[in-house]
T-cell receptor
Framework: KQEVTQIPAALSVPEGENLVLNCSFTDSAIYNLQWFRQDPGKGLTSLLLIQSSQREQTSGRLNASLDKSSGRSTLYIAASQPGDSATYLCAVAAGTYKYIFGTGTRLKVLA | ETGVTQTPRHLVMGMTNKKSLKCEQHLGHNAMYWYKQSAKKPLELMFVYNFKEQTENNSVPSRFSPECPNSSHLFLHLHTLQPEDSALYLC??????????????FGQGTRLTVV
């Protein structure tokens, strides 16, 4: 059974820091991995999708890597800003129509 | 704006009420999903529809009844709910459901409170 874990559960950093969020999964048989952002009480916004054959994807200040063999992905946020404060979720596409989510990392960037 | 619209955004209902949640996607996708998000828990998949056909029912109680009249619309009919059903209900869509390029898009959710 696929399980997704995100560490840390919460993170508070001063503005300008570079930071890394971690996501691990137990079964390497995945189609892809997505990183999402969720603001309080809101829906999920897709940030990056990494296909199973890819190693990383970049969008602006965000860089996501995938090491399928070890069951790990990281989301790197460069030069963090207060507007980056949100909960970040990773999800693996573990089968047809099956997205398995982690519990998220709640990020707070202090001005 | 993700292309997936949910209404209402907030809903308060009594345990004897009947209400419905609505989801509409403007992305031309063929698959639509209902997820439940409770505090401190991962998103839980409830139902999946592909081309209007239900492909997944994740052991959801019968007080939740989904309906998918076409590939663009998805409903979740609610009746005789319990207070523990209070949560954020999220709708999602995707084009296909299993390829490496399959990307899920989510709506803003409906915050449901059962009193």
């Amino acid at each position: 059974k696929q399980e997704v874990t995100q560490i840390p559960a919460a993170l508070s950093v001063p503005e300008g820091e570079n930071l890394v969020l971690n996501c691990s999964f137990t079964d390497s048989a995945i189609y892809n991995l997505q990183w999402f952002r969720q603001d309080p009480g809101k829906g999920l916004t897709s940030l990056l999708l990494i296909q199973s054959s890819q190693r990383e994807q970049t969008s602006g200040r965000l860089n996501a890597s995938l090491d399928k063999s070890s069951g790990r992905s990281t989301l790197y946020i460069a030069a963090s800003q207060p507007g980056d404060s949100a909960t970040y979720l990773c999800a693996v596409a573990a089968g047809t129509y099956k997205y398995i989510f982690g519990t998220g990392t709640r990020l707070k960037v202090l001005a | 704006e993700t292309g997936v619209t949910q209404t209402p955004r907030h809903l308060v209902m009594g345990m004897t009420n009947k209400k419905s949640l609505k989801c509409e996607q403007h992305l031309g996708h063929n698959a639509m999903y209902w997820y439940k998000q409770s505090a401190k828990k991962p998103l839980e998949l409830m139902f999946v529809y592909n081309f209007k056909e239900q492909t997944e029912n994740n052991s959801v109680p019968s007080r939740f009844s989904p309906e998918c009249p076409n590939s663009s619309h998805l409903f979740l009919h609610l009746h005789t709910l319990q207070p523990e059903d209070s949560a954020l209900y999220l709708c999602a869509s995707s084009q296909g459901g299993g390829g490496p390029n399959t990307e899920a898009f989510f709506g803003q959710g409906t915050r449901l409170t059962v009193v």
